[in-house]
């Protein structure tokens, strides 16, 4: 079992910044990819950014240049910058992590999300 948790989300203007944070506590043989989701009114819940625990990196378009993935394994957490922000960035923010019970058996775990609105 993985608890995740995310921090950081708020109000920001457009072309502000903001921080997300996602931590992974509980009990588990260790992390692997660790991701982050978001979701708009009236949408699906689309892909922004995920890292493995070898420090691979994949970005959704939309947010390419602006964003920042990155990861402290020793924490077991994962960080999202974002910069440059723009209204169409609004939406609940998920933290996905993958953790796996042995060295093979692996599974998903979700935040409970953090509102980000970017708005004037």
């Known amino acids: 079992q993985v608890q995740v948790e995310e921090s950081g989300g708020g109000l920001v203007q457009p072309g502000g910044s903001l921080r997300l944070s996602c931590a992974a506590s509980?009990?588990?043989?260790?992390?692997?990819?660790m991701g982050w989701y978001r979701q708009a009114p009236g949408k699906q819940r689309e892909f922004v950014a995920a890292?493995?625990?070898?420090?691979?990196?994949d970005y959704a378009d939309p947010v390419k240049g602006r964003f920042t993935i990155s990861r402290d394994n020793g924490k077991n957490t994962v960080y999202l910058q974002m910069n440059s922000l723009k209204p169409d960035d609004t939406a609940v923010y998920y933290c996905?992590?993958?953790?796996?019970?042995?060295?093979?058996?692996?599974?998903?775990?979700w935040g409970q999300g953090t509102q980000v609105t970017v708005s004037s």
């Open positions: 890292v493995t625990s070898g420090g691979s990196i």
């Open positions: 996905k992590v993958a953790g796996y019970s042995s060295r093979w058996q692996v599974q998903d775990y």
């Open positions: 509980g009990s588990f043989f260790r992390i692997g990819h």
